[in-house]
């Protein structure tokens, strides 16, 4: 009885990552098809629209990985013991992850420098110089992502960080859990690796939060409109800001769990409730940029009378 109850949860849990990873790749590729056909016609992008795009690029590959890893483990699970197929997939996974990580954290250093109301001299020089700085931050985070997955080339590791062995402390044949200690080398590689980026990016929120508490006690103070344009400036990259820290606290967390060793974590259930969050976070985070973002939310309002012509013809 359990066991038919986890094949059933096992696989409406598979189609529920397998929708959100659906609809995350058309949601950054919508990102990045809208902002590349700009950048087409005007031979420039805004720097914000450079990091968005980087943005959805990064998570279409990792949204791909995903999709790899549900259809390897319906259709061939052995194919995980292969170590190429192994080496592969980390490494793409590891570099996608961190490079999202830090355009994220790019974003948020864009945001706090342009709308942030700040009088300090190195702040200023910062928001006059930031549009210059923002292709230099891209090409240093994914020099900074190839970089940091170059060892997972090398490594040889597995997936299932613990092994039924013999005792470690003597010759009895009694089955024990022991640790695979170069998969512990990966997971404090990990963690050193997407500490300082979400550091970041939860600094310049904060710093974020500050300003729009500031100035909307500053519009309280005065007769002006209290919804002016910096104060919807604020709140939008606030709500973007904001939305992408919660559900990357739960990718954390999936993350986290999804890497602790097998006999820590329950290995019938664990592994799908983690594959949900892990999928729902950069397509989830995706959605909301595009309801937020006026450029995005245009587009999207324009594309959609179009997407009802088509489906009416094929009905």
Not at 183 to 197: E, M, Q, R, V
Not at 205 to 212: K, V, W
């Given at each position: 009885?359990?066991?038919k109850?986890?094949?059933?949860?096992?696989?409406?849990?598979?189609?529920?990552?397998?929708?959100?990873?659906?609809?995350?790749?058309?949601g950054?590729?919508?990102i990045?098809?809208i902002?590349?056909?700009d950048?087409?016609?005007?031979?420039?992008?805004?720097?914000?629209?450079?990091?968005?795009t980087?943005l959805?690029?990064?998570?279409?590959?990792l949204?791909?990985?995903?999709?790899?890893?549900?259809v390897?483990?319906?259709?061939?699970?052995?194919t995980?013991?292969?170590?190429?197929?192994?080496?592969?997939?980390?490494f793409?996974?590891?570099?996608?992850?961190?490079?999202?990580?830090w355009?994220t954290?790019?974003?948020?250093?864009?945001?706090?420098?342009?709308?942030?109301?700040?009088?300090?001299?190195?702040?200023?020089?910062?928001?006059?110089?930031?549009?210059?700085?923002?292709?230099?931050?891209?090409l240093?985070?994914?020099?900074?992502?190839?970089?940091?997955?170059?060892?997972?080339?090398?490594?040889e590791?597995?997936?299932?960080?613990?092994?039924?062995?013999?005792?470690?402390?003597?010759?009895?044949?009694?089955?024990?859990?022991?640790?695979?200690?170069s998969?512990?080398?990966?997971?404090?590689?990990?963690?050193?690796?997407?500490?300082?980026?979400f550091?970041?990016?939860?600094?310049?929120?904060?710093?974020?939060?500050?300003?729009?508490?500031?100035?909307t006690?500053?519009?309280?103070?005065?007769?002006?409109?209290?919804?002016?344009?910096n104060?919807?400036?604020?709140?939008?990259?606030?709500?973007?800001?904001?939305?992408?820290?919660?559900?990357?606290?739960?990718?954390?967390v999936?993350?986290?769990?999804?890497?602790l060793?097998?006999?820590?974590?329950?290995?019938?259930?664990?592994?799908?409730?983690?594959s949900?969050?892990?999928?729902?976070?950069?397509?989830?985070?995706s959605?909301?940029?595009i309801?937020?973002?006026?450029?995005?939310?245009?587009?999207?309002?324009?594309?959609?009378?179009?997407?009802?012509?088509?489906?009416?013809?094929v009905?």
């Open positions: 009885m359990l066991r109850m986890f094949i059933s949860f096992y696989t409406i849990g598979q189609i529920i990552s397998l929708a959100e990873i659906i609809i995350g790749i058309f950054n590729g919508f990045a098809v902002y590349c056909i950048w087409v016609k005007s031979r420039k992008l805004f720097s914000c629209d450079q990091i968005l980087c959805a690029m990064s998570r279409i590959l949204q791909g990985i995903f999709t790899a890893n549900i390897i483990n319906i259709f061939a699970p052995g995980f013991h292969l170590n190429q197929v192994q080496k592969s997939l980390s793409l996974w590891f570099f996608a992850n961190i490079a999202d990580l355009f954290a790019c974003l948020g250093i864009f945001y706090c420098v342009k709308i942030t109301i700040c009088n300090q001299p190195l702040f200023l020089r910062m928001k006059q110089k930031i549009s210059v700085m923002v292709p230099k931050l891209l240093w985070s994914l020099l900074v992502s190839f970089v940091t997955s170059i060892p997972l080339i090398w490594g590791y597995s997936f299932y960080l613990c092994i039924t062995t013999g005792h470690l402390f003597s010759n009895s044949t009694v089955e024990d859990k022991t640790w695979d200690v998969y512990f080398y990966f997971d404090l590689l990990y963690s050193a690796a997407s500490f300082i980026p550091i970041i990016f939860l600094t310049t929120s904060t710093l974020l939060i500050s300003s729009l508490w500031r100035h006690r500053n519009m309280q103070c005065n007769t002006t409109s209290f919804w002016d344009p104060t919807k400036a604020h709140v939008s990259a606030i709500k973007a800001l904001i939305s992408c820290l919660i559900l990357y606290i739960f990718y954390f999936a993350v986290t769990v999804f890497a060793p097998s006999c820590l974590t329950d290995r019938n259930w664990t592994p799908t409730i983690t949900m969050v892990l999928a729902a976070y950069p397509s989830g985070h959605l909301i940029l309801l937020i973002n006026p450029k995005l939310k245009q587009a999207l309002v324009r594309i959609l009378p179009h997407l009802r012509y088509l489906k009416n013809l009905q």
